[in-house]
């Protein structure tokens, strides 16, 4: 069974930082790409960061860029978001997301979330 499970969510005020972590059971998360989205109320769920199979490529919103940096680790088969700088905007349920595609087939996969309070 796959279970990608969110922890590392809480308050915090602006200009401080929180470290999201998202831990994968029943699956390699090295054979997927891992994204961060993240969903405020009143809002649609957007694209945060991700992070390649390899770990070397990583891709992050406009928003979020210079701020935050993902990261995977192989051997604990997790990925971590590291969020600095964080402002009040960034309060949100931040997602884990798994995803995997191939020439027939998508594989993709979502956590329950964490919620990110950030206080003005």
């Known amino acids: 069974q796959v279970q990608l499970e969110e922890s590392g969510g809480g308050l915090v005020q602006a200009g401080g930082s929180l470290r999201l972590s998202c831990a994968a059971s029943?699956?390699?998360?090295?054979?997927?790409?891992i994204g961060w989205f993240r969903q405020a109320p009143g809002k649609e769920r957007e694209f945060v960061a991700t992070v390649d199979m390899s770990g070397r490529n990583t891709r992050y919103a406009d928003y979020v860029k210079g701020r935050f940096t993902i990261s995977r680790d192989i051997v604990k088969n997790t990925v971590a978001l590291q969020m600095n700088s964080l402002k009040p905007e960034d309060t949100a349920v931040y997602y884990c997301?798994?995803?995997?595609?191939?020439?027939?087939?998508?594989?993709?996969?979502w956590g329950q979330g964490t919620q990110v309070t950030v206080s003005s």
């Open positions: 997301n798994a995803r995997r595609t191939g020439r027939f087939y998508e594989l993709n996969y």
């Open positions: 029943g699956l390699r998360a090295s054979m997927y790409v």
